[in-house]
């Protein structure tokens, strides 16, 4: 029983990581956050419901989405809801609840090559079809570090929907 209580207490004198992670999850009063936008985020569960308008009583839903981890770009915050656009470029609201930061990437356009390194000239890792979703966990320049079902690899950016074109993940 000691040691959790030592770790406990060595994990909350460290600023490193009580510090920045509380101020960039800060929630205001009015649901919005301090986050920037726009930015990317990720459905949450396997069922997210995207509306016409931020409410759920005055607002029919547009589309409900089936696809777990299904990267989204936050357009707007207004409230607990969030103006976000899907791959297709479908836009409408979506409470925040069914949204995570998890990073994901759409494969676009043919299939993919992904690579044991981020080179053209290393050796493939596998391939990828377009609308496989593929977590991000780096990305640096023109490549990306993702995975999928066990097998990770890199990917061009520009192959893949979900980041902005300098935007630095992880590392």
Request: with cysteine; aromatic share 10%; net charge positive.
């Amino acid at each position: 029983m000691r040691f959790p209580v030592v770790l406990l207490a060595a994990l909350a004198a460290t600023p490193l990581l009580a510090g920045p992670l509380l101020a960039a999850t800060e929630e205001r009063p009015d649901g919005t956050t301090n986050l920037p936008v726009p930015r990317f985020v990720s459905t949450k569960s396997s069922k997210a419901y995207l509306r016409t308008g931020p409410d759920d009583a005055r607002f029919p839903i547009a589309w409900v989405y089936v696809r777990h981890g299904l990267p989204l770009e936050v357009l707007r915050e207004y409230g607990i809801w969030r103006l976000v656009r899907d791959p297709d470029g479908t836009s409408g609201w979506m409470n925040k609840s069914l949204l995570s930061g998890e990073r994901t990437g759409y494969v676009q356009g043919g299939i993919r090559t992904l690579y044991t390194s981020p080179d053209l000239q290393s050796r493939v890792a596998w391939r990828a079809e377009p609308g496989v979703i593929l977590t991000i966990t780096l990305c640096d320049g023109v490549w990306c570090r993702v995975s999928n079902g066990g097998r990770s690899g890199y990917i061009l950016r520009a192959q893949m929907w979900g980041t902005y074109p300098n935007e630095a993940i992880g590392g």
